[in-house]
């Protein structure tokens, strides 16, 4: 499933796509991230997998 810009997931709100990188240093392969704006106005960088199956769903400022 591909997240558009505007989609929100949580308290985040895609904005924009960023650069393919690999979502922890043990991952093997790079991701596509997206910039994310949370509802108390941080922005947050989150790899793709993440916002999918709603692992992050905000930017730390609410319990996940």
């Not at 690999?22 to 997998?49: D, F, M, W």
């Not at 992050?56 to 319990?63: D, I, Q, T």
């Amino acid at each position: 499933m591909e997240m558009k810009i505007g989609q929100t997931v949580g308290a985040l709100k895609i904005i924009k796509e960023s650069d393919y990188k690999r979502a922890t240093p043990v991952s093997k392969y790079p991701s596509k991230h997206y910039i994310c704006e949370c509802q108390c106005g941080n922005l947050v960088e989150v790899p793709e997998g993440y916002l999918e199956y709603r692992i992050v769903k905000s930017c730390g400022c609410r319990y996940l």
